[in-house]
């Protein structure tokens, strides 16, 4: 089994900086892809910003420039550093990764972090 378990997160002011953590851990052979998606009510989940141990890296058009997302394939660890939050960043973020166990590739999620940009 996997697990990714996140941290960060919270409230943030417009223009303030936040930063989310996530680790997996489990059975992991190798980690594909680690990323950031955000969902908000009434709207399907989105990718916010994904990397392949820092060689590729993916943004949502609305946070390029203003996020960053780190990726340590040794560690098994994610962040993703949000500067100049706006309100229309606010979500909840799940850490997405795909790895490789010894059963194959399959997709996991973390349980989601609230994020919330407001003055």
């Known amino acids: 089994q996997v697990q990714l378990v996140e941290s960060g997160g919270g409230l943030a002011q417009p223009g303030g900086s936040l930063t989310l953590a996530c680790v997996a851990s489990?059975?992991?052979?190798?980690?594909?892809?680690m990323g950031w998606y955000r969902q908000v009510p009434g709207r399907q989940r989105e990718l916010v910003a994904a990397?392949?141990?820092?060689?590729?890296?993916n943004y949502a058009d609305s946070v390029k420039g203003r996020f960053t997302i780190s990726g340590d394939n040794a560690k098994n660890t994610v962040s993703l550093q949000m500067n100049s939050l706006k309100p229309e960043d606010t979500g909840v973020y799940y850490c997405?990764?795909?790895?490789?166990?010894?059963?194959?590739?399959?997709?996991?999620w973390g349980q989601g972090t609230q994020v919330t940009v407001s003055s």
């Open positions: 990397t392949s141990n820092g060689a590729y890296t």
């Open positions: 489990g059975s992991v052979v190798s980690i594909a892809t």
């Open positions: 997405h990764a795909a790895i490789i166990t010894l059963r194959g590739l399959s997709d996991y």
